[in-house]
């Protein structure tokens, strides 16, 4: 790392760590070039990395400030799912976002792909172009059926920011979160079970309820609160639910982040009925409070929390490095993963060990967390200005992804059509239901700088929305 990233990522873990706050001023550029007997010039730089990344910014003749947070936006409504079991539909639109994403020179803002291109990833870049910590012999071999024990014990102490103490022998390692999320919902049900879910929901989990011949009973869900433990307790009541899938911290698509209060709740429901959780973590390292919030998992005393994750957001999807920690469902969970995969690739978990071993896996979640608050910060604004009056916006409390309530009858998936044209893809809301509800939503991915190339697209994802609705409002 260069002598001015230090400089800044110092900075950037002081401003994480409430020792400063929005407004505050920051150190004189002279004083921290006395602190860390640097030139000006290398002080000048760290803050030029963090204006970019919109943690500071210059006030003339009077230095740099935490830059304050803008106003939270106008949220969009608590869903209303159908109040029934139902079973899963939407795998064509789901098939069709996954291929359209492949598609050259389409800007994909759909999808939930992370920054990949942070100079903070070079480490992991040379630990799997020089294999390090594996033999060729270790690589070439089959894995364990855990995993390896490096990277679980890297992972066993990950999880004691989330307030979890786990054995590395707790730990499954699997071909990314969703082989987490599917071999886990295997191991807990039967074809014919319900499962109840946040709504709306990650489409990969319920992909794998209709796999799995499963049905799915979506329950209303807090822009800010997540789940309502209200709904949930009557749905509970009135239905032979076998297991909660929830996504707690930084909730994709909604971002929200539960309050423990709701999460202790939650899981006290899960004894009374005796059911299991399925919680996905992926998204909680990418938390913008800190510390990081605690899963679930963290109060789980009976063994009936399964907890899913991977580096796909964290790091880089490409990895296909995930875990779970099955509790009491461990056999289950094992025996699943023999059936899928047998053993993950051994190469992409020594280098991860590796990285997180290191330290890099701290400063590159430092600074991606601030680059993505700040991208949040501009999509918002962004969408704000460009999209029709009424349109509604999450205020996600962590990661890289923002849901878009449209105003009146537009509809997502046409809007979608429109704009393949223009080489823009999103991520109509049906996918994020069981029976294609939320036409009028949107998914938008924030992941990258803010740049003109991404700005121009929200632009015209706005002008075709207001077309859209002028069409619709001439018909009528
Ligand atoms: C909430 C959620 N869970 C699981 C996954 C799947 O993750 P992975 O790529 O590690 O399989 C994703 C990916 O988009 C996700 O958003």
């Not at 990233?5 to 994480?16: K, T």
């Not at 014990?153 to 707790?170: K, M, T, W, Y």
């Not at 800010?224 to 709904?231: M, P, Q």
């Not at 992941?447 to 609705?469: D, F, W, Y």
Request: net charge neutral; hydrophobic share 35%.
């Amino acid at each position: 790392m260069k002598l001015y990233e230090q400089v800044a990522d110092e900075l950037r873990q002081r401003i994480e760590q409430g020792y400063y706050r929005c407004g505050d001023r920051l150190p004189s550029i002279r004083a921290l070039s006395r602190e860390h007997g640097i030139s000006i010039a290398t002080v000048q730089e760290a803050y030029r990395l963090l204006e970019d990344e919109g943690l500071a910014q210059v006030r003339p003749k009077s230095g740099y400030y935490v830059r304050p947070r803008p106003a939270t936006p106008q949220m969009p409504q608590v869903s209303r799912p159908t109040q029934r079991p139902l079973e899963v539909s939407q795998w064509e639109q789901v098939m069709e976002l996954l291929c359209a994403n492949e598609l050259p020179g389409v800007l994909a803002l759909g999808r939930g792909m992370p920054d990949i291109s942070a100079p903070t990833l070079k480490p992991l870049h040379r630990a799997l172009a020089d294999g390090r910590g594996a033999s060729p012999i270790r690589g070439f071999s089959y894995d364990s059926l855990r995993g390896s024990p490096e990277l679980r014990l890297q992972v066993a102490r990950l999880c004691i920011d989330s307030g979890c103490r786990l054995h590395p022998d707790d730990i499954v390692v699997t071909t990314g979160c969703q082989e987490a999320l599917s071999t886990s919902m295997r191991a807990v049900t039967q074809p014919g079970d319900v499962v109840a879910v946040d709504s709306p929901s990650f489409y990969g989990s319920m992909q794998a309820i209709k796999a799995f011949g499963l049905k799915a009973m979506e329950i209303p869900t807090d822009p800010v609160t997540g789940i309502s433990l209200e709904a949930l307790e009557l749905a509970l009541e009135k239905w032979p639910i076998r297991v909660i899938q929830v996504t707690p911290t930084c909730n994709n698509p909604l971002g929200y982040t539960m309050p423990e209060e709701n999460r202790r709740r939650l899981l006290s429901l899960a004894q009374r009925f005796d059911v299991a959780i399925i919680e996905d973590d992926i998204y909680g390292d990418l938390s913008y409070q800190f510390p990081r919030p605690r899963t679930i998992k963290s109060f789980d005393g009976d063994g009936r929390v399964l907890l899913c994750s991977s580096f796909s957001k964290t790091l880089a999807p490409g990895l296909r490095v995930g875990w779970v920690a099955p509790g009491r469902y461990g056999e289950q969970v094992l025996h699943m993963k023999y059936v899928g995969t047998a053993a993950c690739a051994s190469l992409p978990q020594l280098a991860v060990a590796d990285f997180v071993a290191q330290g890099h896996y701290e400063r590159h979640l430092r600074r991606m967390r601030a680059q993505y608050q700040h991208g949040r910060d501009q999509m918002i604004a962004w969408v704000e200005r460009y999209f029709p009056a009424g349109t509604r916006i999450s205020y996600p409390q962590g990661g890289f992804l923002l849901w878009v309530e449209l105003p009146g009858d537009a509809d997502s998936v046409r809007l979608n059509e429109r704009l393949l044209d223009q080489g823009i893809r999103i991520g109509p809301g049906v996918l994020f239901s069981a029976s294609g509800k939320y036409r009028n939503c949107m998914r938008l991915n924030y992941s990258e700088k803010p740049n003109e190339r991404v700005e121009s697209a929200i632009q015209r994802i706005g002008e075709e929305c207001t077309r859209m609705l002028l069409d619709i409002e001439q018909v009528a």
